[in-house]
């Protein structure tokens, strides 16, 4: 009875996955690509499937910034806070997106548009500062052009 | 089909009309001699060379011009024709690039094997498993002296010979393309334009050691580095380079990609381990070291992206050959991303031993702003602080040591003036701090606490006994921590206090930041002979702060100012000082 709630796409995920050793990372980050977040439920269903405690599950997941637990808003916004973008003022554009969004790192806003995430380093560090939205990346980002950049996409609901 | 091209540098503001009519003439030559079809012209925003006049860069045959005059377009254009070079005009570099690692970086195309094959690759897996033999492999890497680029340069033959040596019906190599250091990008750039060189260097390492399963551990958030690995992993499988039999001896070796998940501990070789052995990122104690019990607790050699970029060049032109660059303890050359506040942002190869300046302002160009440098950091979070003065040292991994700093993954990161010595500081640990684990007390608490300081410091709290106590708390992390992350996590804070602590005591004693980056000791006041009284910053104070009119002047309020900085962005005239 249990089993007919499994979802077929992470039966098929498990299958692929399951006779290799150290898999749970690598299930996870599919879970993720394809949700966005890793819901409780897929947990719970992995859980029974890989007979791996929960517990174990949440451990991985909590412990890796990677993975979210919280669906993300539609558009996800990464400021990279890596050493290049700080010297180059990425603390201030953080301000500036806080204060014309309302929202902290790693929340997403009430209409569940911006999704803000404060990373590490992007890896273009010849650009800084660097936001990417989505996956669309704004190169030597200066502070007053935060809001135009954000507006674009506010009006293309 | 050009045939030949000509790149003109003009973005130089200072010469701008001139670099304007230069390309002129020189379309116009081009048109009346009709070569226009031959010879491509093409404007680009940066060749790397300063101060040098008009430059010009002929392609192919890569020479670069500089100072040239409008009366050198007819030979330019001769030359070029003629396939010769004028010599006069040739900009020869003080400090050259050695490029060995980034050898096809940007020249292939890495999404196809054949290119890769035609510039040489693979020769060097061929000669391995054809002549060499796993003794004499090992023996080469030996002689080329060749150490680990990943941070701390132990001796790769010696991990390898390690490895080796233990008796195990399996063994692993890892390439660690973890590369999480803020600011440092070399290795993302390596495996996206030159994935096989890397592939080649991990199965080498893997006749080596005599291992038959190969992993690749990379950050997820570098995906098109995963997307071309993976491709380059199944053409290297299509050629009979992976699998069964490899190239027809009795070799078998398979490669999978596994997944970082953005924790900085992962690049620590025993966290690593575990992440693959999908646990979390916990570092073990060592010994036993990985070589004799690491994935699975069986034998596994783990190398950074960079030292196996280098393999299939020191296995092709022999060991000896890399053993010529270099200086004494450290041989070959080492990748530097140079980022901050300089001017010539980017990767740069050097041949161990040119000095930190000659990197920073012959290569890089200086600083952006034109202001002196104030210090250059090494080593990411694990790194320490070079002042200016110091930049004379020659790069190896001892000089670096011994300025308190470490050559890391190779992040280069260039600070002026305007960086506050406290703030630094600061900034790394409370990375290291985020990234720390948690499963060792003297990293998790000694970094927190360490912070905690800094942040007092730098908010005017400081006392001055607070320098002694960061002293004793860094030894205590450096050696009772139990991965490198914590045994390093000091190093910012160490170097800076041994070569900046009258930057600290000012913070502490006169509760000033000279560098005018710490907002709470920041005081905002307006100029009053370089105001032009036009009420801008007024009406864009969030705090309503500023008062006065336009007659008598306007002032600031220091109890209901936020610092926020707003007046100085939008003041047109400079009229509003820091201090």
């Known amino acids: 009875?249990?089993?007919?709630?499994?979802?077929?796409?992470?039966?098929?995920?498990?299958?692929?996955?399951?006779?290799?050793?150290?898999?749970?990372?690598?299930?996870?980050?599919?879970?993720?690509?394809?949700?966005?977040?890793v819901p409780r439920e897929l947990s719970l269903e992995l859980s029974k499937m890989l007979d791996v405690p929960l517990a174990r599950i949440y451990e991985v997941i909590t412990f890796y910034n990677y993975f979210k637990l919280?669906?993300?808003?539609?558009?996800?916004?990464?400021?990279?806070?890596?050493?290049?973008?700080?010297?180059?003022?990425?603390?201030?554009?953080?301000?500036?997106?806080?204060?014309?969004?309302?929202?902290?790192?790693?929340?997403?806003?009430?209409?569940?548009?911006?999704?803000?995430?404060?990373?590490?380093?992007?890896g273009c560090c010849g650009l800084a500062p660097v936001v990417m939205i989505d996956n669309k990346v704004y190169g030597k980002v200066k502070k007053n052009e935060i809001a135009d950049i954000l507006s674009k996409y506010i009006k293309e609901e | 089909m050009y045939n030949k091209v000509i790149l003109i540098k003009d973005t130089d503001l200072k010469r701008q009309d001139k670099t304007r009519d230069f390309y002129t003439?020189?379309?116009?030559?081009?048109?009346?001699?009709?070569?226009?079809?031959?010879?491509?012209?093409?404007?680009?925003?940066?060749?790397?060379?300063?101060?040098?006049?008009?430059?010009?860069?002929?392609?192919?045959?890569?020479?670069?011009?500089?100072?040239?005059?409008?009366?050198?377009?007819?030979?330019?254009?001769?030359?070029?024709?003629?396939?010769?070079?004028?010599?006069?005009?040739?900009?020869?570099?003080k400090v050259k690039q050695h490029r060995i690692v980034l050898r096809n970086c940007g020249n292939i195309d890495p999404e196809n094997i054949d290119e890769y094959i035609f510039s040489g690759g693979y020769a060097g897996l061929k000669k391995v498993l054809?002549?060499?033999?796993?003794?004499?492999?090992i023996e080469e890497i030996k002689i080329s002296g060749i150490r680990g680029r990943g941070g701390a340069g132990y001796p790769t033959w010696m991990k390898?010979?390690?490895?080796?040596?233990?008796?195990?019906?399996?063994?692993?190599?890892?390439?660690?393309?973890?590369?999480?250091?803020?600011?440092?990008?070399?290795?993302?750039?390596?495996?996206?334009?030159?994935?096989?060189?890397?592939?080649?260097?991990?199965?080498?390492?893997?006749?080596?050691?005599?291992?038959?399963?190969?992993?690749?551990?990379?950050?997820?958030?570098?995906?098109?580095?995963?997307?071309?690995?993976?491709?380059?992993?199944?053409?290297?499988?299509?050629?009979?380079?992976?699998?069964?039999?490899?190239?027809?001896?009795?070799f078998n070796l398979d490669l999978e990609i596994r997944l970082g998940a953005g924790a900085f501990v992962c690049g620590e070789e025993t966290a690593l381990i575990s992440s693959i052995e999908g646990k979390r990122g916990y570092p073990h104690p060592r010994p036993p070291y990985p070589s004799v019990k690491g994935l699975w607790g069986k034998p596994t050699v783990i190398n950074n992206v960079e030292t196996l970029a280098n393999i299939p060049a020191i296995i092709s032109k022999g060991g000896k050959w890399f053993a010529q660059i270099g200086t004494q303890t450290s041989k070959g050359t080492k990748v530097?991303?140079?980022?901050?506040?300089?001017?010539?942002?980017?990767?740069?190869?050097i041949a161990m031993g040119a000095t930190l300046r000659e990197i920073v302002m012959d290569i890089c160009g200086g600083t952006l702003s034109g202001k002196p440098v104030k210090a250059v950091q090494t080593g990411g979070p694990s790194g320490g602080v070079i002042p200016e003065s110091l930049l004379d040292t020659p790069v190896d991994y001892e000089n670096l040591q011994k300025l308190g700093s470490i050559m890391?993954?190779?992040?280069?990161?260039?600070?002026?003036?305007?960086?506050?010595?406290?703030?630094?500081?600061?900034?790394?640990?409370?990375?290291?701090v985020e990234e720390s684990c948690g499963k060792c007390s003297p990293c998790r608490i000694g970094g927190f606490q360490m912070l905690g300081y800094l942040k007092r410091i730098s908010e005017g709290q400081g006392k001055p006994e607070d320098l002694a106590q960061m002293r004793r708390l860094s030894v205590a992390m450096q050696k009772a921590s139990l991965c490198g992350l914590g045994q390093t996590a000091s190093n910012p804070v160490v170097s800076t206090l041994k070569y900046f602590e009258p930057e600290y005591n000012e913070h502490i004693l006169n509760k000033r930041c000279p560098?005018?980056?710490?907002?709470?000791?920041?005081?905002?006041s307006i100029v009053g002979d370089k105001c032009k009284r036009c009420g801008l910053c007024v009406i864009n104070c969030p705090p309503k702060a500023i008062s006065g009119d336009k007659e008598k002047g306007f002032s600031i309020a220091p109890e209901k100012c936020v610092k926020c900085g707003r007046c100085v962005d939008v003041c047109k005239f400079k009229a509003i000082s820091k201090d």
Not at chain 1, 8 to 35: A, F, T, Y
Not at chain 2, 39 to 57: E, F, N, S, T
Not at chain 2, 336 to 349: I, R
């Open chain 1, 1 to 37: 009875m249990e089993h007919k709630k499994l979802n077929p796409e992470l039966v098929e995920l498990v299958q692929k996955w399951k006779d290799k050793e150290g898999n749970l990372i690598m299930i996870l980050h599919e879970i993720q690509n394809h949700h966005g977040y």
């Open chain 1, 70 to 122: 919280e669906p993300p808003g539609k558009h996800r916004i990464a400021l990279c806070m890596g050493t290049a973008c700080y010297l180059r003022g990425s603390a201030v554009i953080l301000e500036e997106i806080k204060s014309i969004l309302g929202i902290q790192e790693g929340q997403t806003t009430k209409d569940g548009l911006f999704y803000l995430d404060a990373v590490r380093c992007l």
């Open chain 2, 25 to 93: 003439h020189l379309l116009d030559y081009l048109r009346e001699n009709n070569l226009h079809s031959e010879i491509l012209l093409v404007r680009v925003a940066d060749i790397g060379v300063y101060d040098k006049g008009l430059v010009l860069k002929m392609l192919p045959d890569r020479n670069t011009y500089i100072n040239v005059q409008d009366t050198d377009i007819k030979r330019i254009v001769d030359s070029i024709l003629q396939g010769k070079i004028i010599e006069e005009l040739v900009f020869r570099p």
């Open chain 2, 130 to 137: 054809g002549e060499l033999g796993q003794q004499k492999l």
């Open chain 2, 160 to 250: 390898w010979n390690f490895a080796r040596e233990v008796e195990s019906d399996q063994k692993f190599v890892i390439c660690n393309a973890d590369e999480g250091d803020p600011g440092a990008y070399m290795d993302r750039s390596v495996l996206e334009s030159d994935p096989h060189s890397v592939i080649e260097g991990l199965i080498i390492a893997a006749f080596a050691i005599g291992a038959s399963k190969g992993y690749f551990y990379i950050r997820a958030e570098y995906p098109l580095a995963v997307e071309r690995i993976n491709k380059a992993i199944k053409q290297a499988y299509a050629y009979g380079l992976l699998g069964n039999n490899i190239l027809g001896s009795s």
């Open chain 2, 336 to 349: 530097f991303a140079v980022t901050g506040k300089v001017k010539n942002s980017g990767l740069v190869e």
């Open chain 2, 408 to 432: 890391g993954s190779g992040g280069m990161i260039v600070m002026d003036e305007d960086d506050c010595m406290v703030d630094i500081p600061k900034f790394y640990l409370g990375f290291c």
């Open chain 2, 515 to 524: 560098a005018g980056k710490c907002s709470h000791l920041v005081t905002y």
